[in-house]
DNA sequence: GTGCTTGTTGGCCA
DNA sequence: GTGGCCAACAAGCA
């Protein structure tokens, strides 16, 4: 489910909840496929009697910083969401990761496990977060790096180049639909036919869908996850891509939808030309 | 039962 | 070495 937006709307539930708050238990399933390298009883010791000292997010990863040295990374993979739960909670069969303070129990939820956990102890965030592509609203993401991307994938449907971290972090299939229908391209066309004027509108919708929604369901609150897109304007292409005879909300003609990039891809004939 | 699903990775091939 | 494609991972839902 997450993509750029609602990791920072989850990663805002831990935080406004916990921040400066002393964990006193952890309790966690042994699931080697979600815990990265390190043993859930690791992950257990490295926390307990820190507090929650700060947290970020990039791309689709989050980073929480525990006392001075201890770095818990959580990715969502496709199904994971963070909760906040009252201290007396009993986690449930895929809660696989709970931390406790003594007002609150932190969640995380994920029942098809393609998520992941990962543990640094050090003073610095560890390689593999600083090594995260600079943001899509950073002032690095230049409509030049974007082209010589492009270039580099020429033969590769710009959809399935959207989806790539390296260069566009944060942003997944629902984000990649929305932005090639605001530029008007078509998810077929391969990333080197891309003129310079589309690769500037690609450039500059990536910015636009990013930035909006962070606002629109990033800054939320929070509130529960069945509401997180209701914040979304029933303009955006958003609402309509998996409707059953969905229709573009600008031209009501209809939607059209295929596999592209091995994704389920939807967009708009009448507006995204081959 | 069937056929999907807002993600990532590794293996294969050109 | 580089780039592109695809299956696999797991659970739930219609």
Redesign the pocket.
């Known amino acids: 489910?997450?993509?750029l937006a609602?990791v920072e709307f989850f990663r805002r539930r831990w935080a406004e909840a916990a921040t400066g708050e002393r964990v006193v238990r952890v309790e966690a399933h042994d699931r080697p496929?979600l815990f990265h390298g390190v043993k859930p009883a690791a992950v257990a010791r490295a926390l307990e009697n820190k507090r929650l000292r700060s947290s970020a997010t990039a791309?689709?990863?989050m980073l929480f910083r525990f006392g001075s040295d201890a770095w818990l990374g959580v990715?969502?993979?496709?199904?994971g969401e963070l909760r906040v739960e009252a201290p007396g909670y009993a986690p449930g069969?895929?809660d696989h990761l709970v931390v406790f303070t003594a007002r609150h129990a932190l969640v995380f939820e994920d029942?098809?496990?393609?998520g992941r956990i990962q543990l640094h102890v050090g003073a610095r965030a560890p390689d593999w977060w600083t090594g995260i592509a600079p943001a899509v609203l950073s002032p690095s993401f230049t409509v030049a790096a974007v082209a010589d991307f492009l270039r580099?994938?020429?033969?590769?449907?710009i959809k399935?180049?959207l989806?790539m971290?390296e260069r566009f972090p944060g942003?997944?299939?629902?984000?990649a639909d929305e932005i090639l229908w605001r530029a008007a391209i078509h998810p077929r066309r391969?990333?080197?036919s891309l003129t310079p004027a589309e690769t500037r509108a690609l450039w500059k919708e990536c910015r636009w869908v990013a930035r909006s929604a962070l606002r629109v369901i990033a800054g939320r609150g929070g509130r529960r996850p069945a509401d997180l897109?209701t914040g979304i304007p029933a303009t955006w292409l958003f609402h309509h891509r998996?409707e059953r005879a969905g229709r573009d909300p600008r031209t009501g003609t209809p939607l059209r939808?295929e596999?592209i990039?091995?994704?389920?891809t939807a967009w708009s004939p009448a507006r995204q030309k081959p």
């Not at 580099?152 to 449907?157: K, T």
């Not at 990039?261 to 389920?264: D, H, M, Q």
Request: no cysteine.
């Open positions: 489910m997450p993509e609602e496929r791309a689709k990863q990715h969502l993979g496709m199904s069969r895929h029942p098809r496990m393609f580099r994938r020429g033969r590769a449907p399935a180049v989806l971290q942003v997944g299939n629902w984000m391969p990333a080197g897109n998996w939808r596999q990039g091995g994704r389920t």
